[in-house]
Nanobody
Framework: VQLQASGGGLVQAGGSLRLSCTAS????????MGWFRQAPGKQRELVSL???????RYADSVQGRFTISYDNYKKTVFLQMNDLNPEDTAVYYC?????????????WGQGTQVTVSS
């Protein structure tokens, strides 16, 4: 199983970016997909997590600015990030909880850097 993330970059404050993360491999079922982030010197924190058959949750700091969505056919989760501010600067990591022939567990993608300039 691989999670391939993309979409990071450099943007000015108030701008927007859209991250995407695609799961590939032998996958029986995807339970959850979402995003965490880690800023320099800080712990990794939840940004948004989507229960594929249920609801989404967001960190308070991004509520109303970020929107998570999922394309079941492409096994791809998106994070639309609007009104970005410098505090959103971090490496963003994709997470999926999914089932394979051998395991049902969390998988992490490689990080994608998001930098917001003031």
């Amino acid at each position: 199983v691989q999670l391939q993330a993309s979409g990071g970059g450099l943007v000015q404050a108030g701008g927007s970016l859209r991250l995407s993360c695609t799961a590939s491999g032998v996958i029986y079922r995807i339970n959850k997909m979402g995003w965490f982030r880690q800023a320099p010197g800080k712990q990794r924190e939840l940004v948004s997590l989507l229960d594929i058959n249920g609801s989404a949750r967001y960190a308070d700091s991004v509520q109303g600015r970020f929107t998570i969505s999922y394309d079941n056919y492409k096994k791809t989760v998106f994070l639309q990030m609007n009104d970005l501010n410098p505090e959103d600067t971090a490496v963003y990591y994709c997470l999926s909880n999914l089932a394979t022939p051998l395991f049902e567990r969390d998988y992490w993608g490689q990080g994608t850097q998001v930098t917001v300039s003031s």
